[in-house]
C-alpha cells in the first residue's frame, strides 16, 4: 500500500493523479478535508482507502493499520508562510513528520517527505541542499523553520541516507485551487486579468531590484511529481534534494506568461508590498540541482512558459482538475 498524506491536496492530488496515470490503485490518502473546496481535488482519483490525519497518526502510533505500507508519500503540512499559530506548526509539521519517519524505517517501508526552499530564508547561504550546511541556514518565517526542523532532525539522527526529503520551490499547477492566499500568482494573476484585464505585483524595496524584477524559481507540478515518482521508484537514492528547475526568472516573465497564455496584452500595476512581509520577503530563489542530477534525474524539465499555457489552456480556463481532464 502507498500512503500519501495531504493526498487531497495540491501536491498530494497530483501525486496520485500520477500514481492512476502509472496504474496504481492500491493507494491510502490521508487528509483532512474540513469544510471548504479541496475534496474536489478527489474526483476522478482512484485510491483504496482515505483516513482522517489524527485517525490515521493514532494508528500509526498503536500500530493498528489494517495494512502493509509499502511507501508513504507525506505531503500533508500546513504551508501557509503567514502561519503564527507556531505550536500548531511544531505538532502538524514537525512531529507529525517525525512520527511518520520512526514508523516507516524499522518496516523498511519508503519515506518520502516534503521540506521547503522556504528553509533557506533569504539566502544568505545559497541555495545548496547541503546536508553538512544545514545549520547555516535561517529561514524567515514558522513555516520555513517547522520544515527547517524536521530536517535537522533527520541529520541528528543519522537516517537521511535511508529517506528522500524534498525541497519543493515555487510550485504551481493545477489542484492548487483551494489554497486561499498561498496560491500561486499563476492563478491568482489569471482571475485578476480575467477580471480587469491586469495583474497586480509587489514593488520592490530593493535598488539591486527593479519592480517585478525579484526573481523566484518556477516550477510546475507535473515535473515536481514526476521528480517524486523517480525516488519512490528508485529505492537505493536517498538523501536531501532540491526540487526546482535550476533557473531563476522574474515575477514580470510570470505575468507576460500568463498574459501571452491568455491572448491579452501585458499590463502590469505595482503595489505596495504589506509591512507584515517587507522583512521576511524572499527577492531570489534558484534551486541547486547538481544532487538531483547526480541521483539520475534526466527528464527534461518544462520551460515557465510551456508551464504556464499548460495550466491557463487545460485547466484554468476549462475549471478541470488533474483527476478530471
Known sequence: MIVVTGGAGFIGSAVVWKLNQMGEENITIVDSLGTGEKWKNLVGLKYADIYHKTDFLNRILEDNLPFVVDAIVHM???????EKDADYLLNNNFKYTV???KYCLPRRARFIYASSAATYGSGEAGYDDNVDELMKLHPLNMYGYSKHMFDLWASKMD???????LKFFNVYGPNEYHKADMRSVVHKA?????DSGKVKLFKSYKKEYKDGEQKRDFIYVKDVVDMIMYFLENKDKNGLFNLGTGNSRTWNDLAGAIFSAMNK??????TDMP???KD????????????????????PITSLEDGVKDYVENYLM????????
Open 99 to 101: 512520527e511518520l519517519a
Open 275 to 277: 509591512e507584515t512581509l
Open 265 to 270: 496584452p501585458v499590463k502590469i500595476e505595482y
Open 190 to 194: 489569471f482571475h485578476q486579468i480575467k
Open 280 to 299: 521576511k520577503y524572499q527577492y531570489y530563489t534558484q534551486a541547486n540541482n547538481a544532487k538531483l542530477c547526480a541521483a539520475g534525474y534526466t527528464k
Open 159 to 165: 537516517i537521511l541516507d535511508k529517506i528522500v526529503g
Open 76 to 82: 500533508g503540512a500546513c504551508s501557509a508562510t503567514t
Open 318 to 325: 476549462k475549471d478541470k482538475h488533474l483527476g478530471t481532464l
